[in-house]
């Protein structure tokens, strides 16, 4: 167990929906980050925050968005589902901006 | 980041050495090479990283060679448990983890 926790552990919904998935970082962590891992693709880099503020970005397409709140906890919004959004996404947090990745143990996401 | 190369699959058996090679020929000096493993679909989990010496934790050891252009994952005495893909990954330690295909290692009785 990393210490990081995510939820829901699954989510089944319909294209064109909106979901959020939310992540609790370790404690102590101040950095969060969001990834995808689909079948044909690996794990892809999202985005990362550190406290609070957005550090890094990368390949999150413009129909998702994501935010670090003051109790550091960080949600990701997927809008506009397609049956290509269909997922695990992960989240990872660090103590640091410069530090070691922790991850959680994602969440799976199914659009039908 | 560098990139690395990882051969894509190997068997081990119970209880033996398992030794997984990763190349990195084009690694900066300033970037670490990093070793995580998942276990089918859980969240990737941490083993080890260093940067120019060799490392060692509970888990494994890591054996980078002089010119740093490629690394050994050493687990001393695999068990079932550590059938995983194994990512080596290199980047710098404030930046993203790149993730590529990783080693699908399995362990046999």
């Known amino acids: 167990d990393s210490g990081v926790t995510q939820t829901p552990k699954h989510l089944i919904t319909a294209t064109g929906q909106r979901v959020t998935l939310r992540c609790s970082p370790r404690s102590g962590d101040l950095s969060v980050y969001w990834y995808q891992q689909s079948l044909d693709q690996g794990l892809q880099f999202l985005i990362q925050y550190y406290n609070g503020e957005e550090r890094a970005k990368g390949n999150i397409l413009e129909r998702f968005s994501a935010q670090q709140f003051p109790d550091l906890h960080s949600e990701l919004n997927l809008s506009s589902l397609e049956l290509g959004d269909s997922a695990l996404y992960f989240c990872?947090?660090?103590?640091?901006?410069?530090?070691?990745?922790?991850f959680g143990p994602g969440t799976r996401l199914t659009v039908l | 980041d560098a990139k690395t190369t990882q051969p894509p699959s190997m068997d081990c058996a119970e209880g033996r050495a398992a030794n997984l090679p990763c190349n990195h020929s084009?690694?900066?000096?300033?970037?670490?090479v990093y070793w995580y493993r998942q276990i089918h679909s859980q969240g990737p989990q941490y083993i080890i990283h260093?940067?120019?010496n060799n490392e060692t934790n509970e888990m494994a050891s890591l054996i980078i060679t002089e010119d740093r252009k490629s690394s050994t994952l050493i687990l001393p005495h695999a068990t079932l448990r550590d059938t995983a893909v194994y990512y080596c990954?290199?980047?710098?330690?404030?930046?993203?983890?790149?993730f590529g295909a990783g080693t699908t290692v399995t362990v046999r009785a």
């Open positions: 084009t690694i900066s000096g300033n970037e670490y």
């Open positions: 260093g940067l120019k």
């Open positions: 990954i290199v980047g710098r330690s404030d930046y993203k983890l790149s």
């Open positions: 990872a947090s660090s103590v640091g901006p410069d530090t070691l990745q922790f």
